[in-house]
């Protein structure tokens, strides 16, 4: 079994290349995210993973983690290797420094969440849904919420949960019913949530859990959801721990991956009722906790990408390892590594330009987000939220669907040692298996796209887009060579596709919804599939001036080879995609229930 080191250089190249750090660096906070910061950041990073979360990564896959009578007991060496994180300040690298945090740009901690979910994706998700609640009581909690609970979330001493899914419901959470009724300055919390990450462990002092319940009171439906911040022990007027709240985890879900992630049923007020207080406004919880779910939904994407990358580095090791067969159209001669044939390096290729794509239209995104929220000027802000809401869905369906056909192949590279649980190869396709399931299905992000995100503003941040995109095929002409301008036609005819398919998204959404929602996934796939060649066409021209330096001169040939693949194999089933879409999948609609 390989190990995870991370890809600094690569990483290193998106952030100063195409999400442009240098940029990030004049937004006002943000002065001291120098190249040399970001580097030093990602090798401490990278350092931490390798040594400390990736070997515990197959260990808790083994173990998971197990219910006690005491709690959720996390898998061996978990405990120590969260108090190292949070020791050495990961858990607050994007907090606010009025609570403790360090406000480094989300660009820089987006290259530490895939970092982290290469190493251990299962680990990652504790602060992932931490991040998730800080963000939640940062923008909707009161004053006095924030000041007792956003230090401890930020250090990390403390975790955060998110608590949506009822059995009844999932996607849609109109159907929760979950109980708040109100008594003196608190709530009183009764009822059942099932498949909450990390809903309890020993690793911090505190597990702060995000409710969302039901006033007696409430309208019926998403109008009537409150959300709670409810803790497992709770806070004394001095900060100090108090009593223990009234809720437990009852048990936890065996399940295809993430073993030592625990996937709790907690259990909400089976006495007097748990204790919560309001955050926010009454009834608006369920817009409070998209904060909470756009941040995490972002961080989904990055995890497809992290758990890529790792399924990409085992597969490459293995095939450079791995001897069979000899070179083709050879009868003797020496039997060769299996990276020698054609079809090897086309899978390790089509995983490699595939998540290296991701990585740049995932960092790109990221600094989108600091654009939106530090620029100084008024329209930069608008522009990087519009860009943002219209493609975080895309980064959350398109990232983790292809994260689990990446390990698939990653599985396929291996042969038969890949469908054996020695070579970690089918952990990770294990592991990835969830992330199109989480935070929203995939089905959940393409309706969000289609249904609320695109038709918002008549298509215009899409518009916009594809606008950018046309501006980076200009500067694809190419007078040195032709590489680049094979990746020119390429995008040419991903934009176009991505145009002609979103005009006819556009017209069927009022007319036609149930059209328009059968191709939805097919549309957000090819949203992914042209951002993904739009980032690589940049990567092709910045590596084109990278070369014209001449350093690094193998690094920056690598660069455009691997973005011509991506042109060449991966890009035009965005065209492919453009005629599934207009066909509006009609013999879905049209047969019966029965002949299913
Ligand atoms: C390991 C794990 C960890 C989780 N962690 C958490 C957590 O920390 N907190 C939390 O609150 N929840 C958590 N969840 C729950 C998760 O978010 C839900 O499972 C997910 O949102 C899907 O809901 P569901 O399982 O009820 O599926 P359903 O909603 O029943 O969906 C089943 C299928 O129907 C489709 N579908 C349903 N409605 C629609 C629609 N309107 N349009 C199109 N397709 C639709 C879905 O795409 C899916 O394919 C976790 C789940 C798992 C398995």
């Known amino acids: 079994m390989t190990t995870y080191i991370a890809p600094v250089r690569d990483m290193q190249f998106v952030i100063r290349e195409l999400a442009g750090l240098e940029r990030i660096a004049k937004l006002p906070g943000f002065e001291e995210a120098t190249p040399e910061l970001s580097e030093a950041v990602l090798e401490a990073a990278a350092k931490l993973a390798s040594e400390v979360l990736a070997p515990l990564n197959k260990i808790g896959d083994e173990q998971g983690a197990r219910l006690t009578p005491d709690g959720v007991a996390p898998a061996q060496g978990f405990g120590a290797a969260y108090r190292q994180f949070v020791d050495n300040g990961w858990n607050g690298l994007s907090g606010d420094p009025v609570y403790g945090g360090q406000g480094l740009p989300g660009l820089i901690c987006a290259a530490t969440v895939e970092i982290w979910n290469s190493a251990n994706m299962s680990f990652a998700l504790c602060p992932l849904l931490t991040a998730g609640a800080m963000e939640a009581l940062k923008q909707h909690g009161s004053r006095e919420l924030k000041a007792c609970y956003l230090p401890k979330l930020v250090s990390g001493e403390w975790t955060g949960t998110m608590n949506l899914t009822e059995p009844q419901a999932g996607s849609d959470l109109s159907a929760v019913r979950t109980k708040a009724v109100p008594e003196g300055d608190h709530y009183r919390i009764s009822g059942q949530k099932i498949f909450i990450t990390w809903g309890d462990h020993d690793m911090s002092e505190n597990v702060v859990h995000l409710v969302l319940a039901r006033t007696p009171d409430a309208p019926e439906g998403v109008r009537g959801i409150s959300l709670f911040v409810v803790p497992k022990f709770l806070v004394q007027a001095d900060g100090g721990l108090g009593e223990r709240n009234d809720l437990r985890c009852v048990s936890i879900e065996h399940k295809l991956g993430i073993h030592a992630s625990p996937t709790c049923v907690m259990s909400f007020g089976d006495k007097e009722g748990a204790i919560g207080y309001l955050v926010g ?143 970690g190869a089918c952990q990770y396709l294990r592991d990835a298996r969830i992330a ?146 207009k066909s509006g999948a009609s013999t879905a609609l049209n047969l019966s229930d029965e002949c299913f």
């Not at 085992?314 to 990276?339: C, H």
């Not at 929220?373 to 369906?397: F, M, N, S, T, Y």
């Open 281 to 423: 406004q009454e009834n608006k919880g369920l817009s409070h906790m998209f904060t909470m779910m756009n941040e995490a939904r972002q961080k989904v994407g990055l995890q497809g990408l992290g758990i890529a990358e790792r399924a990409y580095q085992a597969a490459r090791d293995y095939a450079k390892e791995r001897v069979q067969g000899r070179p083709a159209g050879q009868k003797g001669g020496e039997r060769v590594t299996i990276i020698h044939h054609p079809d090897v390096r086309r899978m390790l290729l089509s995983m490699k330009s595939q998540l290296e794509a991701m990585r740049a239209f995932g960092y790109v995104l990221a600094a989108d987000l600091d654009f939106a929220q530090k620029h100084p000027d008024h329209a930069e802000r608008e522009r990087g939220q519009a860009r943002a809401e219209l493609l975080i869905p895309v980064l959350k369906g398109w990232c983790t669907e292809l994260a689990v056909e990446i390990a698939s192949i990653g599985v396929q590279v291996h042969g038969g040692m890949g469908f054996i649980e020695e070579t």
């Open 436 to 581: 199109p399931i989480y935070e929203g299905t995939t089905g959940i992000q393409a309706a969000d796209l289609v249904g609320r995100k695109l038709p918002a503003d008549k298509g215009r941040a899409m518009a916009a887009l594809i606008e950018e995109m046309r501006t980076v095929e200009a500067h694809l002409v190419d007078a040195e060579g032709d590489a680049l301008t094979s990746i020119r036609f390429a995008l040419r005819d991903g934009v176009h596709a991505l145009e002609e398919a979103t005009q006819w998204m556009l017209q069927t959404i009022g007319s036609d919804a149930n059209a328009a929602l059968a191709a939805s996934v097919s549309y957000l796939m090819l949203v992914g599939y042209v951002c993904g060649g739009w980032q690589m066409a940049r990567a092709a021209i910045a590596s084109r001036a990278g070369l014209r330096s001449g350093q690094q001169r193998d690094f920056y040939q690598a660069k455009i080879a691997i973005a011509g693949f991506y042109a060449e194999q991966i890009l035009p089933k965005a065209t492919a995609l453009l005629k599934v879409v």
